[in-house]
């Protein structure tokens, strides 16, 4: 057993409380900290669709090299919609690809989940209001020594603190999609949609053929304003694809179909 697996043991502890952004936790973590890098390793790293435009540019990449180079395609358990994972390096620690000596290399661009440590996030849908609620808990990993040291906060201090909020808000309707379908329950999704998820979820150079090159334009209705949008910003490509994406597999009708063709006809939603 590897130095870091040791250290690490097995012990992890999710804890059954729900927490709102109200809730008091006490955590601090800084280069230095005896455990520092970690929790570096091992891990099932989802990359939201703003993640993976960041770590790109970041690194100088297209999306493509990106995607070869440090992802790998996921399932999430309980929708069971396809998303990419950062792909851990093959030692035997399993560390993750952007571990340097000195701690994180993509510090600035680190994804979301990594922000959140030792915090989990979920959303639900409460029926009674019809909005969407977040809840978080918290991971006690029993190598982490920053929990239960340092300053006490809220929930949202904490966030603040890691640029949460501004990276989530971009992405809100990507995740309301995938908590839609896990409140659909294990029900079977056509081969298509899970592609049409993955292509938005992941690649907006290939969405952007997809919106330019095809007939999506013969089909679907964009105004001059968006179109000039995203033909050359990302994220609002990507933003444009989530409304698609609930257009097409939920019927939400929030990107104007010109008319009733064969081809939409065929399109099964979920
Ligand atoms: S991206 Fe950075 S913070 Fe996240 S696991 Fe990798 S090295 Fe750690
Ligand atoms: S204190 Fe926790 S979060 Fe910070 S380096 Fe140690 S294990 Fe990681």
């Not at 395609?73 to 919609?81: A, D």
């Not at 030792?118 to 020594?145: I, S």
């Not at 995740?175 to 899970?194: F, Y």
């Not at 304003?225 to 694809?241: C, P």
Request: hydrophobic fraction near 35%.
């Amino acid at each position: 057993m590897s130095e870091i697996h040791k250290a690490k043991g097995f012990e992890k502890i999710v804890e059954p409380i729900r927490l709102t952004p109200q809730s008091k936790i006490t955590f601090q973590c800084y280069p230095g900290v005896p455990c520092f890098k970690l929790c570096c390793s091992d891990l099932y790293l989802p990359l939201t669709p703003y993640d993976i435009l960041r770590l790109r540019d970041f690194l100088k990449l297209t999306t493509d090299e990106f995607l070869l180079l440090y992802t790998e395609p996921f399932i999430l358990p309980k929708s069971g919609l396809p998303i990419a994972r950062l792909k851990m390096r093959d030692d035997e620690e399993k560390t993750c690809p952007f571990l340097g000596e000195g701690g994180c290399t993509v510090y600035e661009v680190r994804p979301l989940a990594c922000r959140y440590y030792p915090l989990g996030f979920g959303l639900f849908r409460n029926r009674d209001e019809r909005r969407n609620e977040e809840f978080y808990y918290l991971v006690k990993e029993g190598f982490c020594q920053g929990l239960e040291s340092g300053e006490v906060m809220t929930v949202e201090e904490y966030r603040k603190s890691q640029g949460i909020p501004g990276l989530e808000e971009p992405v809100l309707e990507w995740a309301e999609i995938i908590m839609k379908k896990e409140s659909l329950g294990p029900i079977e999704v056509p081969e298509k949609s899970l592609e049409l998820f993955f292509m938005v979820s992941t690649n907006p150079e290939r969405f952007r053929s997809f919106v330019f090159e095809t007939r999506f334009l013969e089909i679907f209705e964009v105004d001059e304003k968006t179109l000039e949008e995203i033909k050359k910003d990302d994220l609002k490509l990507l933003q444009f694809g989530f409304k698609w994406l609930k257009t097409v597999l939920f019927g939400e009708n929030l990107v104007k179909k010109r008319k009733e063709s064969p081809s939409i006809k065929k399109a099964k939603p979920f």
